[in-house]
């Protein structure tokens, strides 16, 4: 080979068996996605297949304990965790009564705040002690968690002493027979208000019933009462009011 003839490079044997090894790779990779188009397509027609049967118009007519209500599919499914988005997402044969419409075995005075509820997102309820409590049951049944938040008590909401474990335990023995039904309001925490006792008779007395919860290292102690503080300072980390609904 003369000096003005051009070299020409050809590939080694390390190179060519490199370029082979990185085509098997890529073959390999693009064969298991392919694999998994087919399950993923297989997976969706045999769903398909089980709900064909199942249609749900955009219009349901409900029976509710024998009130007819007529609602949206897109409301009755809005609560993801709730009887009845499992009741119309298909996954169970609900069929509709002669009517047209789909009974539900459970009293129907509350069921419209129910409704309302899940097309706005407010609850509107009146002062009524014992539309709440039977409201509540009918959320716990249907499994609304919006509304069961909102009703449930919650005591010792804002507490820096008890955990969650330790707010029942406080509600389920002391509390239990004294204030079922009630929710609590925070009067005066010592680590946001102030430790000084004029501070505490003022957030604190002519209150009515409280529960006092007081924390000395990892000592937590404390106590309810149905009388008022009337000026009988108390070293507390907490005192709480309940308020009956």
Same mark, same amino acid.
């Given at each position: 080979?003369?000096?003005?003839?051009?070299?020409?490079?050809?590939?080694?044997?390390?190179?060519?068996?490199?370029?082979?090894?990185?085509?098997?790779?890529?073959?390999?990779?693009?064969?298991? /996605?392919?694999?998994?188009?087919?399950?993923?397509?297989?997976?969706?027609?045999?769903?398909?297949?089980?709900?064909?049967?199942?249609?749900?118009?955009?219009?349901?007519?409900?029976?509710?304990?024998?009130?007819?209500?007529?609602?949206?599919?897109?409301?009755?499914?809005?609560?993801?965790?709730?009887?009845?988005?499992?009741?119309?997402?298909?996954?169970?044969?609900?069929?509709?009564?002669?009517?047209?419409?789909?009974?539900?075995?459970?009293?129907?005075?509350?069921? =419209?705040?129910?409704?309302?509820?899940?097309?706005?997102?407010?609850?509107?309820?009146?002062?009524?002690? #014992?539309?709440?409590?039977? #409201? #509540?049951?009918?959320?716990?049944?249907? /499994?609304?968690?919006?509304?069961?938040?909102?009703? =449930?008590?919650?005591?010792? =909401?804002?507490?820096?002493?008890?955990?969650?474990?330790?707010?029942?335990?406080?509600?389920?023995?002391?509390?239990?027979?004294?204030?079922?039904?009630?929710?609590?309001? #925070?009067?005066?925490?010592?680590?946001?208000?102030?430790?000084?006792?004029?501070?505490?008779?003022?957030?604190?007395?002519?209150?009515?019933?409280?529960?006092?919860?007081?924390?000395?290292?990892?000592?937590?102690?404390?106590?309810?009462?149905?009388?008022?503080?009337?000026?009988?300072?108390? =070293?507390?980390?907490?005192?709480?009011?309940?308020?009956? /609904?």
């Amino acid at each position: 080979m003369s000096d003005n003839e051009e070299k020409i490079d050809t590939p080694s044997y390390e190179a060519l068996e490199e370029a082979l090894d990185f085509m098997k790779k890529a073959y390999d990779i693009m064969k298991q /996605q392919a694999l998994d188009v087919r399950k993923e397509k297989e997976a969706f027609e045999s769903v398909t297949k089980k709900l064909e049967h199942v249609h749900f118009a955009s219009t349901i007519k409900l029976n509710v304990g024998g009130q007819h209500f007529t609602t949206s599919l897109q409301t009755v499914t809005k609560d993801p965790g709730s009887m009845l988005h499992a009741m119309f997402s298909g996954r169970f044969d609900t069929k509709p009564a002669e009517d047209g419409s789909y009974f539900i075995d459970r009293d129907g005075t509350h069921f =419209r705040y129910i409704l309302n509820y899940l097309r706005t997102g407010r609850l509107l309820l009146p002062d009524d002690k #014992l539309v709440r409590q039977e #409201l #509540l049951e009918e959320a716990e049944f249907y /499994q609304i968690r919006g509304i069961i938040d909102e009703l =449930r008590p919650q005591p010792f =909401r804002g507490s820096k002493i008890l955990s969650n474990e330790q707010k029942q335990i406080f509600v389920n023995t002391w509390l239990k027979e004294k204030l079922n039904h009630s929710t609590f309001v #925070l009067l005066y925490r010592a680590s946001r208000d102030g430790w000084a006792a004029s501070k505490f008779h003022a957030m604190c007395d002519n209150k009515g019933p409280t529960v006092t919860v007081v924390k000395s290292g990892n000592n937590i102690f404390g106590g309810y009462t149905d009388q008022s503080w009337n000026g009988k300072f108390l =070293r507390t980390s907490v005192t709480f009011s309940p308020v009956t /609904q």
